[in-house]
Each structure stands twice: as structure tokens, then as C-alpha cells.
């Protein structure tokens, strides 16, 4: 619990106002991020998506053009994150 997180994220600058990607200058300020978690067969299956929130067409495109090669970096932090927490479990 909970079943869904619904944030805004964004890159930010050192006083944390929403700023533009420094390698990336068209994307989009804002993503309109949501969670969802689903129990099955004992384990919990976590879906991440994203949308373009108050964006310019120009965002919007960079966005669509971007967001399927996130999956790999994506998968790469959640495979990394199970490594961590399964030594932390045999650690105990």
C-alpha cells in the first residue's frame, strides 16, 4: 500500500524551480508521473508511466521521440535496486 503515486518530476536547479535537461534541452520540463502496484503470485509488480505535462509542441516531440529507449535505463535501475535490496536481506 499504497496502490497508485501520481507526482510531477522534473530536472530542477540549485533552488529546485523546474529547469531544462542540460543534455537534453527540449524536453519537457514537467512529466506527469504515475505508479501503479499490482500483487501477484506473492510479488509486486510496479508499472512507472509518464506524459508531458504543460508542455510545448517542441517537448512534446522530444518526449515521443525519446521515451521507448527509457525502458532499458529504466529496467537497468530496477535490476540494480533488486541487487541492492537482496544483499541488504542477506546481510541481516
Do not use: Y
Request: glycine share 4%; charged share 20%; with cysteine.
Amino acid at each position: 500500500e499504497p496502490e497508485r503515486l501520481v507526482c510531477l518530476m522534473s530536472d530542477t536547479d540549485a533552488d529546485w524551480r523546474p529547469s531544462a535537461n542540460p543534455m537534453m534541452p527540449d524536453w519537457p520540463r514537467e512529466l506527469l508521473t504515475t505508479v501503479t502496484f499490482q500483487e501477484e503470485a506473492s510479488k509486486t509488480n510496479m508499472r512507472l508511466t509518464w506524459a508531458p505535462h504543460n508542455a510545448s509542441e517542441a517537448e512534446i516531440a522530444c518526449f515521443a521521440a525519446a521515451v521507448e529507449s527509457m525502458g532499458m535505463g529504466w529496467t537497468a535501475g530496477m535490476d540494480a535496486l533488486a541487487h541492492i535490496l537482496a544483499e541488504l536481506q542477506q546481510s541481516r
